[in-house]
Structure formats: C-alpha cells, structure tokens
C-alpha cells in the first residue's frame, strides 16, 4: 500500500495500480497504522514514507510528495516539517 486517501465521507486505499474503498475513517486507520512507516502529511492523507520517491517545494510552507508510482501528494503547512523531520531531508 502507497497511501490512505480521503475524499469527504469516503476514504480510499491507494495501491501501486488502483484504489480501493476503506470501510474506517482516515483516523481509524492512522491509529491502527501507528507503529508503521505511514504518516500524516495532510489532512486528509497517510502516506507510506517508504514509498516518497522525492519532495519538491512548492511554496515557503508547502511541499509536493511524489511516490514510486508517481502519484503526488501535497503536504500541509502544519505537517510539513514533521515529514522532512521524518524523512531527514
């Protein structure tokens, strides 16, 4: 698994090749992954840190995380230094 992906009520899991419907909520699923490489890096996403290919800035405060299979995801002000913290870039 790639990332955990919010979209209103519906939550996905995202895969190298599609996305499939979660039945818990994003924080469900981020209390259950605690011990695990997926962090919060927005609001509405939970990314597995293993799979950020590269970070690119976007603004001042915000970041733009691309994983292995290419899919991008921005990183909110709030968690931004918390994932380059992480990811010790």
């Known amino acids: 698994m790639l990332a955990f992906q919010a ?5 996905w899991i995202v895969t190298a090749k599609q996305r499939y419907m979660a039945t818990q909520n994003l924080s469900a699923i981020e209390e259950r992954l605690r011990d695990s490489p997926f962090r919060r890096i927005h609001r509405n996403a939970l990314v597995n840190i293993e799979q950020i290919r590269k970070m690119s800035v976007l603004t001042s405060q915000r970041w733009l995380v691309t994983l292995n299979n290419g899919q991008e995801f921005i990183v909110s002000k709030r968690q931004a230094k918390n994932v380059r913290d992480v990811l010790s870039w």
């Open 7 to 11: 979209d209103g009520d519906i939550t």
